[in-house]
């Protein structure tokens, strides 16, 4: 099963570049972040003629999570069942033959120390505790998604240059880290151990040529999961296209 993550940052501009991405590289399921659609506006005929079944959890403008499969897609539970905040559509998750996807959307909390970065902490507390009451750690789960945070130093490009501030403050570090201790490995960092690597580049200031990015795209693989893992990439090609999205797909392969 090839099982891939990308946050398209508008599912409405960006579907043309995705259903080329499909055909060329074929996986088996697609987890979307940032689709930024009602769901009633969900392109399902763009999808049905690629021939994949899809659920997704969309609001206008903003946020927007979708599961995109070519086998069935059962068991869906669209957000967290206790939500502080249910119109703010960031997680689904679904069984796709024995294992359990869970694709979210973390929020970005803008600045340390901001509201919004203490809503994202509360958010991360809220997967844990969805983690903790809904599944458990010898199951088959792959955690996907837009996390918003870079793990590690190696995961950004000049981290003595952004230390402390969104993405890489200890405390995101620390309150995502928990999560990975509940039972989870990092699935690209099972194959790939070198710096440089990343999923996110801004916009602004030519940051995609010149490297300066983040991995904040992530598959994590309770173990019985990991197991079967046989690689784990990124692709960069659709960052060089024209109207991109600011992130690109990371994908693994799992037997």
Known sequence: MIVASWNVNSLAVRMPQLADWIRAC????????????????????EFDALGYHYEFYGEKSYNGVAIISDRPIMNVQKGFLEETEPHARRF??????????????IPNGQRVGSDKYEYKLNWLDGLKTHLERQHKPDSKLLLCGDFNIAPEDR???????????????????????????????????????????????????????????????????????????????IDKDPRKLERPSDHVPIVSEIN
Request: hydrophobic share 35%.
């Open 26 to 45: 074929k996986p088996n399921v697609i987890c979307l972040q940032e689709t930024k659609l009602v769901d009633e506006k969900f392109p399902k005929a």
């Open 92 to 105: 689904i998750e679904a069984q796709i033959d024995s294992l359990y996807i869970l694709n979210c959307y």
């Open 155 to 233: 995961d950004v490009y000049k981290p003595e240059e952004v230390r402390g501030t969104i993405m890489v403050s200890d405390t995101e570090r620390q309150r995502l880290d928990t999560i990975r201790q509940w039972g989870f490995v990092d699935a690209f960092r099972m194959h790939n151990e070198e710096g440089g690597q990343f999923t996110w580049w801004d916009y602004r200031m030519g940051a995609f040529r010149r490297n300066m990015g983040f991995r904040i795209d992530h598959i994590w693989l309770t173990p019985s999961a990991a197991a079967s893992c046989t690689r784990c990439w």
